[in-house]
């Protein structure tokens, strides 16, 4: 088995990682738009969201009026929201209990941009799978 990949363009990444930077110490999120083929998902574009988590440092909840829009505009296109993205402004770049929770979607993207001692973010994408009914790492591909 070949290990899981994930394609998002340095542009991207940068766009996440700057929403991480910009919404700090409060969790950045939104969607990811792309295309998926066996084992392998191509990001194709970044849509943030509002946070409307009662809790902003700790969750996120994205907003669902967004959400919809974003599935109506996809309609009949070979594009379609493939994925989540948010932060963890003082935490680990690994899925969270309340991730966990939260994911029920198979094959369904969650990238986590996380903040480290020295203030820098990174990325680490996970994708929800069936097989294990948890995160499974996915490597990052330009």
Request: one cysteine or more.
């Amino acid at each position: 088995m070949s290990t899981p990949r994930l394609y998002l363009s340095e542009n991207l990444y940068d766009q996440i990682v700057t929403a991480a930077r910009a919404t700090y110490p409060l969790e950045c999120c939104g969607l990811i738009e792309g295309t998926a083929a066996k084992e392998s998902w191509y990001a194709h574009a970044i849509h943030h969201a509002k946070n409307l988590a009662e809790d902003p440092e700790n969750h996120f909840l994205i907003d669902p009026q967004m959400h919809f829009d974003l599935l109506r505009r996809l309609r009949g296109s070979e594009r379609r929201i493939i994925g989540c993205f948010h932060s963890h402004p003082n935490g680990l770049s690994v899925p969270s209990a309340d991730d966990r929770v939260k994911a029920i979607e198979v094959d369904f993207v969650w990238l986590i941009a996380s903040r480290n001692r020295e203030g820098f973010f990174g990325l680490s994408a996970y994708i929800f799978a069936e097989t294990v009914d948890d995160f499974v790492a996915l490597r990052l591909c330009p």
